[in-house]
């Protein structure tokens, strides 16, 4: 998952809301139909790293005759109708097959709820298992139902922070991060180890990152590649099957920009191309900017950075004699600002 694939996606999609059941492209299967979901709980109260366990029923059917379906799972889905926690859904963990038969039969299992949860939630609908959070690959969405409504009271509601060592890293090097679970009405950690899933690229986004243990004062240091470095970064504190919160990055990185005049002398009011590249870098912007006095930089055009990360500004001397020049890129995603060194344009 590297950088130029998900930033748009990062822009779009809340991160503390991504589950399959709202990433998914697909229709529901039309081989699943449910005639009752029913949950022993319709309030619950959850602290801190704690879950709240409430049983679920499901009654309904899976057409299929296949035997590889006969140890078929299911998965019940609530999504959020008010209130204010971090979290925009909840499922429920794999529910068995209790009874019945897979034609006709009743699965039941546990929703652990998590204090990220606070709010109200509503059953809206049953999807085959089991389930893999987060995942946007899920081949199909929910078969809708319209379910209980469960309030959840959350308090102590943990945080995820990162701190990034260098602060900017420099391209091709390594890093470390050292990942912080806090509890956000005291802003102290727990006082406990906390298992923590700190993944890279791909198992940010669907699921499966290595799993650790924070020390009891909530912090983990990690080390990570100079590969690492161009992808997605992330840790999140699991429930079953889902987190209950989560943190994603990229580090910054330096902007490296360099910049060269078509010309170094033109008749004044002539435009002249400036040429220029950013290391690794495009779908930004870039700004050529003209020194006015002793030290005040004005942006006088500016430019697209291509996706070779190629870029053309354009300059046109003003006046007689020799104008100061340089190319200026503003922090653009995970990329921080930077300039090209100073060149100089005559106007004759």
Same mark, same amino acid.
């Given at each position: ?38 949950l022993d709980r319709t309030s ?35 999504t959020r109708t008010g209130g ?14 209790t009874g019945g038969t897979v ?120 080390? +990570?590649? &100079? *590969?690492?470095?161009?992808?997605? %970064? ?8 889902? =987190? @209950?919160? !989560? ?77 100061? +020049?340089? &190319? *200026?890129?503003?922090?653009?995603? %995970? ?8 060149? =100089? @344009?005559? !106007?004759?």
């Amino acid at each position: 998952m590297r950088i130029g694939r998900v930033l748009a996606a990062l822009v779009a999609v809340p991160l503390a809301g991504l589950l399959p059941v709202g990433a998914a492209q697909a229709d529901p299967d039309p081989n699943l139909t449910i005639s009752q979901v029913v949950l022993d709980r319709t309030s619950v109260a959850v602290s801190g790293l704690n879950t709240y366990p409430i049983n679920v029923t499901v009654k309904g059917g899976y057409n299929s005759s296949e035997p590889g379906d006969a140890g078929l799972v299911l998965n019940v889905v609530l999504t959020r109708t008010g209130g204010t926690g971090p979290r925009d859904n909840i499922v429920s963990a794999d529910l068995k097959r209790t009874g019945g038969t897979v034609q006709n039969g009743t699965w039941t299992g546990r929703l652990n709820v998590a204090s990220t949860a606070n709010g109200t939630f509503k059953v809206t609908g049953v999807m085959t298992g089991p389930y893999g959070a987060p995942d946007p690959g899920t081949p199909v969405d929910p078969t809708p139902y319209s379910g209980q409504t469960v309030t959840v009271k959350g308090t102590n509601l943990p945080k995820i922070t990162a701190s990034v060592n260098p602060r900017v890293v420099p391209w091709d090097k390594p890093y470390s991060i050292t990942w912080a679970v806090t509890n956000t009405a005291t802003g102290k950690p727990y006082g406990s180890r906390i298992p923590i899933g700190l993944g890279v690229d791909t198992p940010c986004a669907e699921g499966g990152s290595p799993m650790y243990k924070t020390g009891t004062n909530g912090l983990i240091t990690k080390s +990570y590649t &100079a *590969y690492d470095g161009g992808a997605m %970064n992330c840790a999140h504190v699991y429930a079953d099957p889902y =987190y @209950i919160v !989560g943190q994603w990055l990229f580090v910054a990185h330096p902007a490296i920009v360099s910049a060269v005049p078509s010309k170094t002398s033109a008749p004044v009011g002539t435009v002249v191309p400036v040429n220029g590249s950013v290391y690794r870098v495009g779908s930004c912007s870039v700004q050529l900017q003209r020194l006015y006095g002793a030290s005040q930089w004005r942006t006088v055009s500016s430019a697209a950075v291509r996706q070779s990360g190629r870029f053309t500004v354009n300059a046109q001397p003003s006046y007689k004699g020799l104008i100061p +020049y340089r &190319a *200026y890129f503003p922090t653009c995603h %995970n990329i921080v600002a930077g300039v090209s060194k100073t060149f =100089y @344009i005559r !106007g004759t």
